[in-house]
């Protein structure tokens, strides 16, 4: 791994990411595989991003092949972060609206991004186990007393959001635009 990723992940509480994670079977042999075909990416679970006393969380699917999963960033170097990172920079979220690299000095404000599976999961498609696998990281985000609005980027982010609340799925259906106050 190139030494400009030494420092990715380093200060986040430990309930929040494992650097070394390798829980999953498949998501390890996967991003081993990755690795070895793709020299400077950095292939490993991608930690949050942003400010750690945020109010607002935003959570996705999953790390890209060649975006968070090269880049070490959530939603940074690939076509799925344009739009976010355009919007959180509209509403004053973002320092800058685009992020392309880690060293790019982007910072958010309060406002902090995270994925409900941390590895690259193979054809972006993670299994039940390997989600279940990550929930407990996202419990422990999601249960930081500064969080107000979590943002769910995604069916996948929903239910994995729902899951780390121990909320029932059936009380709160996925939906486009969809707002569910959660107490």
Partial sequence: MSERFNEIGKGLPSSWYDRECRRCDRLSSFLDEVSSRYDGYFCRPVPPFGDHNAELLIVGLAPGMHGA???GRP???DHAG??????LHKFGFA???ESVSIDDGLKL???RI???VKCLPPQNKPVGAEEKNCNPY????ISDPQIRVVLALGQLAHRAILRALDIRQSLHRFGHAAVHVLD
């Fill in 69 to 71: 999963n090269a880049t």
């Fill in 75 to 77: 939603f940074t170097g």
């Fill in 82 to 87: 344009i739009l976010l990172y355009q919007t």
């Fill in 95 to 97: 320092s800058a609206s």
């Fill in 109 to 111: 404000h309060n406002c």
């Fill in 114 to 116: 995270t994925n409900a």
């Fill in 138 to 141: 996202l419990v422990s985000e």
